[in-house]
């Protein structure tokens, strides 16, 4: 009788290898006392296609990380006070529109050293506007600090600069000659309301009950599954509305919050969580091409550095100008100083709008990847350099 023989299946394959690597990388990083994120995005670019080719099915691994961003978000919402997100919401919204203006009253500084136009000038203002939500929220998490004043008001830029990114992304697609639709406006501006009326009747109510609490407490399975609806289905029903689905997903993780049910939605969930968000940076490893980074390093790396400064000095002054104490404007300038995952979507977006060419992509890509990795190593520079300073700060 035959040998019955069965083909592996690649994506079992893939996954099985990204999970090897990940573990004695994680073991080496952890004997070095570094932050996981790091590891995350270094076996991204060694399996990559551009250094060892050991991950075939690129696709999968980005929309695992698509997931891991929206899972990241949702428990974000759980944690979040509302009552302190509103209580923000100055230095939220206009703090965030002052972060914007001056990064761009920054790079128009520079742009004649690069002969940069008009267009490319607000681009690239964008791009290092956007500090990265993944990198602060876990950075947050390890030293326990989301729910201090400074984790909160950080949180609230970041969730702020999440909204402003449709009209950027709008912005750019006009500088391409591609005017938005009026429907599209409209499902924006409506979703927008909607979001805004779900916000103020949970802060109106302050707890909310979910239907068939008893039954859902009884049987694990239908938590799962239900925990899962109420994250995924509010993040597809911004998307519909043309708004960030990482949006939807912490909406979701406020009203699950709301109604109290955060112990075993938390318990449900939480190993997924861990997964998709070890995904989500293993996917920004991906996307490096080690070659170019190569050859460009120079140029990279003083343009991380100079966006480290930069960002760090323009969200500390925001942060001062709304009165937040010198070491609250330091220390929250440190955590949204880097370039941040949703700059990849502008990057791109503008390359394919032509405004960008390959090479300008390239080194965006580049950068943000680096500053990424070394975001946990500036935020701790910065507080070896004023430590006196810090210490002395309540945050």
């Not at 400064?309 to 404007?329: D, E, Q, R, T, W």
């Amino acid at each position: 009788m035959p040998f019955l023989v069965t083909e592996i299946n690649p994506v079992f394959s893939n996954i099985v290898l990204l999970s090897m690597v990940i573990i004695a990388a994680g073991f080496i990083f952890n004997l070095l006392k570094q932050p996981s994120i790091i590891s995350y995005i270094l076996v991204g670019i060694l399996v990559g296609p551009h250094v060892f080719g050991l991950i075939t099915n690129e696709a999968l691994i980005s929309d695992f990380g698509s997931l891991g961003l929206v899972l990241l978000l949702f428990f974000l919402g759980m944690e979040l006070s509302l009552d302190s997100l509103i209580k923000n919401w100055k230095l939220a919204l206009i703090g965030t529109l002052f972060q914007i203006i001056f990064s761009i009253l920054a790079i128009a500084a520079i742009s004649s050293i690069f002969d940069w136009n008009f267009n490319k000038i607000i681009i690239f203002g964008f791009l290092i506007s956007l500090s990265s939500t993944a990198v602060i929220i876990k950075v947050l998490e390890s030293r326990k600090e989301i729910e201090t004043k400074v984790g909160q008001q950080v949180i609230a830029i970041l969730l702020a600069q999440d909204i402003l990114i449709v009209p950027m992304m709008l912005s750019i697609n006009y500088m391409g000659g591609d005017k938005p639709e009026m429907q599209e406006i409209i499902l924006q501006a409506v979703g927008s309301v909607f979001i805004i009326g779900i916000l103020a009747w949970i802060f109106y109510k302050k707890h909310i009950k979910l239907p068939f609490e008893k039954l859902i407490l009884r049987d694990h399975e239908l938590q799962v599954f239900i925990a899962f609806f109420i994250c995924f289905g509010f993040s597809i029903l911004t998307a519909i509305f043309h708004l960030s689905a990482a949006l939807g997903a912490f909406v979701a993780g406020i009203i699950v919050a709301s109604s109290r049910s955060t112990h075993w939605v938390h318990s449900s969930l939480h190993a997924f969580h861990i997964i998709f968000v070890a995904m989500f940076f293993v996917s920004i490893g991906l996307m490096l091409d080690i070659s170019f980074f190569l050859d460009n390093y120079m140029r990279v790396i003083i343009l991380v550095v100079t966006v480290l400064v930069i960002n760090n000095i323009i969200n500390g002054v925001v942060f001062k100008i709304f009165k937040a104490p010198l070491c609250n404007s330091i220390y929250a300038g440190s955590l949204l100083a880097q370039i941040g995952e949703f700059s990849f979507i502008i990057g791109a977006t503008a390359h394919l709008n032509g405004i960008l060419n390959n090479e300008e992509y390239q080194i965006i890509i580049s950068a943000i990847t680096l500053s990424l990795i070394v975001s946990p190593f500036w935020i701790s520079l910065i507080h070896r350099l004023f430590r006196k300073r810090l210490s002395a700060c309540n945050f």
